[in-house]
T-cell receptor, first 114, second 112 residues
Framework: GENVEQHPSTLSVQEGDSAVIKCTYS??????FPWYKQELGKGPQLIID?????GEKKDQRIAVTLNKTAKHFSLHITETQPEDSAVYFC?????????????FGRGTQLTVWP | EADIYQTPRYLVIGTGKKITLECSQT?????MYWYQQDPGMELHLIHY???????EKGDLSSESTVSRIRTEHFPLTLESARPSHTSQYLC???????????FGSGTQLSVL
């Protein structure tokens, strides 16, 4: 099955700085890469996703990049704010998978200091 | 906004008790999942269902069982709870041909 590695496990930044979280995947058939944000006491929520036919996608302060050759993708958050503090999960899935399921990274605890 | 609900939000019980964690969604999604989240944040898939009367075990061995008698309802049952079952349990769902997972807010289970 797919194996998704996520780094770092913890990340602390000053408000206004940028934050980058990186993930690698093992299955070259994977073609969908979402990012989820989990705030304290809540379930994860999708914040952005990218498909394998696209190299980069932006949504305001959030961007995701994908390098299919190297099998890695990254989440970039610019102008961080305290409300960005949360756990972030990357994931990968393949339409060819019989399960059609997501494989998650282990999560990154992001803390933004005011 | 996701329409997927989990009850209870918090549960503290004694060892040996039978419990059922409830999960319901009003989106008509055919696929539903249960994840166990450990204190280190990692999500472990323990059960999934692709539709009514379809249930499968996930990657992480679990002593829990699930049922899917109705599309909208996917309860998880522990016949005899143990302290090792203490964890956060997250339910999720997605629709046919779609990949976006909607998560509930979770049930934090503590077994004493």
């Amino acid at each position: 099955g797919e194996n998704v590695e996520q780094h770092p496990s913890t990340l602390s930044v000053q408000e206004g700085d940028s934050a980058v979280i990186k993930c690698t995947y093992s299955d070259s058939a994977s073609n969908y890469f979402p990012w989820y944000k989990q705030e304290l006491g809540k379930g994860p929520q999708l914040i952005i996703d990218i498909r394998s036919n696209v190299g980069e996608k932006k949504d305001q302060r959030i961007a995701v990049t994908l390098n299919k050759t190297a099998k890695h993708f990254s989440l970039h958050i610019t102008e961080t704010q305290p409300e960005d503090s949360a756990v972030y999960f990357c994931a990968a899935s393949s339409r060819g998978s019989t399960l059609g399921r997501l494989y998650f990274g282990r999560g990154t605890q992001l803390t933004v200091w005011p | 906004e996701a329409d997927i609900y989990q009850t209870p939000r918090y549960l503290v019980i004694g060892t040996g008790k039978k419990i059922t964690l409830e999960c319901s969604q009003t989106m008509g999604h055919d696929k539903m999942y249960w994840y166990q989240q450990d204190p280190g944040m990692e999500l472990h898939l323990i059960h999934y269902s692709y539709g009514v009367n379809s249930t499968e075990k996930g990657d992480l061995s679990s002593e829990s069982t699930v049922s899917r008698i109705r599309t909208e309802h996917f309860p998880l049952t522990l016949e005899s709870a143990r302290p090792s079952h203490t964890s956060q349990y997250l339910c999720a769902s997605t629709g046919q041909g779609r990949e976006k997972l909607f998560f509930g807010s979770g049930t934090q289970l503590s077994v004493l």
